[in-house]
């Protein structure tokens, strides 16, 4: 149907996307964060917006760094 929702009689189901940054070598996105002074790609772990923003300038995310979006499909009640 290519959209992104569909109201029915018995509710709407929707999709909405999930964004996630997590880190799969803790040590190359420091050592990358301090020689780069990238501070705002940081939390207490990767930040999801800093590194989306990287990925959409650089097509990759910063090393160390695993990145994944998926759709989530959710349902309200009428």
Do not use: C
Not at 17 to 36: C, G, H, P, T
Not at 67 to 76: D, E, I, L, M, P
């Amino acid at each position: 149907m290519n959209g992104n929702s569909v109201a029915t009689d018995a509710g709407t189901v929707y999709r909405s996307e999930k964004k996630s940054a997590s880190l799969a070598d803790a040590q190359a996105f420091m050592d990358y964060v301090i020689q780069n002074n990238a501070w705002d790609l940081i939390d207490r772990k990767a930040n999801v917006t800093a590194v989306e923003d990287f990925i959409n300038q650089h097509n990759a995310p910063p090393p160390g760094v695993n990145w994944s979006s998926t759709f989530v499909a959710g349902v309200r009640r009428s």
